[in-house]
Antibody, heavy 122, light 112 residues
Framework: EVQLLESGGGMVQPGGSLRLSCAGSGFTFSKYSMTWVRQTPGKGLDWVSDISGSGGRTYYADSVKGRFTISRDNSKNTLYLHMDSLRVEDTAVYYC???????????????WGQGTLVTVSS | QSVLTQPPSVSGAPGQRVTISCTGTSSDIGAGNDVHWYQQVPGTAPRLLIHTNKNRPSGVPDRFSASKSDISASLAITGLQAEDEADYYCQSYDSSLGGRYVFGTGTRVTVL
């Protein structure tokens, strides 16, 4: 059974940093692109970042480019999102999700974690 | 990055049929990219409902169906049930520079 388990969320002041983790199990982790999607309370889904199966290619939404860094450790089956210079508008539930088909991404997201809440507030 | 346009809400009585539209642009759906649909019950994570325009993953009831045409797509729920009350999102791929995954604005389905 495929499982994705996020951790690392919490409350942080504006300008602060936080690192999210997503542990995957039940599939060959390195074979699939992984994605972070966030959802502001009461609002829709927004793509944040994704990374190829090997970790060699990374992509970012304009809103987080230069502040967030996505990475993965395939030996630990774990995906990360390091968030710096956090802003109030980064407050959201952050989900990790697995690509349904490939290591390069851009397809459907077939499994999602339960989400972790990040609150940026003074 | 672009956003796909969906109606904010649709409603129907149990047993009825409802449809949700998803309109994109020439950079996403209109560029020939596939459309996928997700169901999100409030307080839970999204769940893949339809992939690659019209295909249901194992375990998804056949009362859910979808189609795609030109720059839009649609999701239909026939024989609406109380458990279908949720938010529904379409998703495609943005072929423009810097784009990647693009989501719809979301539609709340209410079962009357």
């Amino acid at each position: 059974e495929v499982q994705l388990l996020e951790s690392g969320g919490g409350m942080v002041q504006p300008g602060g940093s936080l690192r999210l983790s997503c542990a995957g199990s039940g599939f060959t982790f390195s074979k699939y692109s992984m994605t972070w999607v966030r959802q502001t309370p009461g609002k829709g889904l927004d793509w944040v970042s994704d990374i190829s199966g090997s970790g060699g290619r990374t992509y970012y939404a304009d809103s987080v480019k230069g502040r967030f860094t996505i990475s993965r450790d395939n030996s630990k089956n774990t995906l990360y999102l390091h968030m710096d210079s956090l802003r109030v508008e980064d407050t959201a539930v952050y989900y990790c999700a697995k690509d349904g088909i490939s290591s390069s991404g851009g397809y459907e997201l077939d499994y999602w974690g339960q989400g972790t809440l990040v609150t940026v507030s003074s | 990055q672009s956003v796909l346009t969906q109606p904010p809400s649709v409603s129907g009585a149990p047993g009825q049929r409802v449809t949700i539209s998803c309109t994109g642009t020439s950079s996403d759906i209109g560029a020939g990219n596939d459309v996928h649909w997700y169901q999100q019950v409030p307080g839970t994570a999204p769940r893949l409902l339809i992939h690659t325009n019209k295909n249901r993953p194992s375990g998804v009831p056949d009362r859910f169906s979808a189609s795609k045409s030109d720059i839009s797509a649609s999701l239909a729920i026939t024989g609406l049930q109380a458990e279908d009350e949720a938010d529904y999102y379409c998703q495609s791929y943005d072929s423009s520079l810097g784009g990647r995954y693009v989501f719809g604005t979301g539609t709340r389905v209410t079962v009357l």
